[in-house]
C-alpha cells in the first residue's frame, strides 16, 4: 500500500510558477513509477509528466520545455516543476504511484492515487 498526498497547488498568473509535491507512505515508494496526472472540467484525466523508479522521465507534449518531475526517494517525495503556466494548464493535479508486480508469472498491476490539488492560473 502506498499513500499520497498532494500539497502546493494555488492561483497563479499566466506565466507564473508552480510547485507540486507529494508525499508517499510506504517503504516500496523507491520501486513504483511515479506520475502527474491532471483532470480539467468536463475533460478526461491526462498524464503530465512521469518518471521511473531508475529516474527516467517523460511528459504529454503540451508541457515539454514548462514543467520537470523529479523524485526524492530518500524522502519518498515527488515534485513537479511547472514554469510559464498557461490558462490550459488549470486543472486537479494527481500524484500516481505505479507498480507491476508478478504473480503465479502474470502481471499485475498496482495504482495508487492522491486525493489532488487544484491549479488555477488566471490572466
Known amino acids: 500500500q502506498v499513500q499520497l498526498v498532494e500539497s502546493g497547488g494555488g492561483l497563479v498568473q499566466a506565466g507564473g510558477s508552480l510547485r507540486l509535491s507529494c508525499a508517499a507512505s510506504?517503504?516500496?515508494?523507491?520501486?513504483?513509477?511515479m506520475g502527474w496526472y491532471r483532470q480539467a472540467p468536463g475533460r478526461q484525466r491526462e498524464l503530465v509528466a512521469a518518471i521511473t523508479s531508475a529516474g527516467s522521465t517523460n511528459y504529454a507534449d503540451s508541457v515539454k520545455g514548462r514543467f520537470t518531475i523529479s523524485r526524492d526517494n530518500a524522502k519518498n517525495m515527488v515534485y513537479l516543476q511547472m514554469n510559464s503556466l498557461k490558462l490550459e494548464d488549470t486543472a486537479s493535479y494527481y500524484c500516481?504511484?505505479?507498480?507491476?508486480?508478478?504473480?503465479?508469472?502474470?502481471?499485475?498491476?498496482?495504482?495508487?492515487w492522491g486525493q489532488g490539488t487544484q491549479v488555477t492560473v488566471s490572466s
Open positions: 510506504g517503504s516500496t515508494f523507491s520501486s513504483h513509477a
Open positions: 500516481n504511484a505505479h507498480r507491476t508486480a508478478y504473480v503465479l508469472g502474470l502481471p499485475r498491476q498496482y495504482d495508487y
